[in-house]
């Protein structure tokens, strides 16, 4: 295995994303890989070190009904099928083709999960409340009630656009994500509402910082028992929940994992910036204009992760 490592810094001028500066052995680890394989994908995760093992949730978006750009089964089948993980969800908050369990359930199969492993609604039988703790809009973060029974979470990630926050990684992946309906109602309104989403949105940096501290809430229940994973393909300015997301204006740029959820969705911003492809600027203007990279901040400062690290690429 070959191995080559930097300090990476983003190559955009004025972009505002700043690049390592502490020394390497202070920072986090970051590994990339260029090519999108189902080999890469189990490879980069055995580069992390640690074992998925008991019960594992391994956490992505099964897509919305009509959408196309989701992490496709057989990319992930080789790694979820090596760590004997169950794929987890809940349902939405927003209406569409997975806010009840059948239907989510029936979207699952009709792209390909519920072939290559159990898949688990977890607030199919209601949700349970974790602490956000040094949280200024959540005191609690609500999850599907079956999330406290698994062992082990692998956060695997689609990174793309998101209509609301920017872009989605890790850090939206463990909030919205493993929120239960009603919590992902809770994190959209900066903990006013869990019933009427969208006559209570709030400013748009209070719905980003909220989406840190439910991320928090989760990191700090399962300690080292979680890792993540980013797959930066189909980078379309839309979320996987999207049924109707625009098509990928940029080529794909690889895998990255960390064992710090800032550290990955701060590396896999600076890729982007860093592209040469000119087809960025549309993803570009979707994080700028929804201020994404604050989600990252407001995360770095209640110490779910850092913004610094060491990217190393595995060839």
């Known amino acids: 295995m070959k ?38 994908l189990v490879r980069i995760y055995e580069a992390l070190g640690r074992e998925a093992t008991g019960k594992v949730a391994v956490k992505l978006s099964t897509g919305e009904p009509g959408g196309h750009n989701f992490l ?20 939405t908050a927003y209406g569409g083709g ?13 792209h390909g999960f519920t072939a290559i492993a159990p898949v688990d609604i977890m607030d199919s039988e209601g949700e349970t409340a974790l602490p956000v703790r040094g ?49 992902k109602a809770w994190i959209h309104t900066a903990g006013k509402t869990r019933t009427d989403l969208w006559n209570n949105l709030p400013a748009q940096d209070d719905f980003l910082e909220s989406m840190a501290e439910a991320a928090k809430s989760v990191a700090d229940h399962c300690g080292e028992r979680i890792l993540y994973i980013n797959v930066m393909n189909n980078l379309s300015v839309d979320c996987d929940c999207d049924a109707h997301p625009e098509a990928p204006q940029m080529g794909d740029i690889g895998i990255l994992a960390s064992l710090d959820p800032v550290a990955l969705d701060k590396a896999c911003v600076d890729l982007v910036y860093a592209s040469e492809d000119p087809g960025k600027v549309h993803l570009i203007e979707r994080m700028e204009s929804r201020h994404g990279i604050h989600t990252l901040e407001h995360a770095e400062a209640i110490g779910v992760g850092t913004q610094q690290y060491e990217l190393v690429t595995l060839e």
Do not use: W
């Open 72 to 91: 496709q089964p057989a990319l992930i089948a080789p790694l979820v099928q090596k760590i004997d993980g169950t794929i987890v969800e809940c349902n």
């Open 135 to 183: 949280g200024k809009h959540l005191m609690q973060n609500y999850v599907g009630s079956h999330y406290p029974a698994y062992d082990f979470t692998v956060v695997l990630s689609h990174f793309k656009g998101h209509a609301m926050g920017g872009f989605g990684g890790a850090i939206k992946n463990i909030s919205i994500g493993i929120a239960s309906a009603a919590g």
């Open 3 to 40: 191995r080559f490592v930097m300090s990476f810094l983003c190559a955009a001028a004025g972009c505002g994303c700043a690049g390592a500066s502490e020394p390497a052995d202070s920072e986090p680890t970051v590994y990339f890989i260029r090519e999108i394989t189902p080999a890469n």
């Open 98 to 110: 997975r806010a009840s369990t059948a239907d989510h359930l029936r979207a699952a199969a009709d």
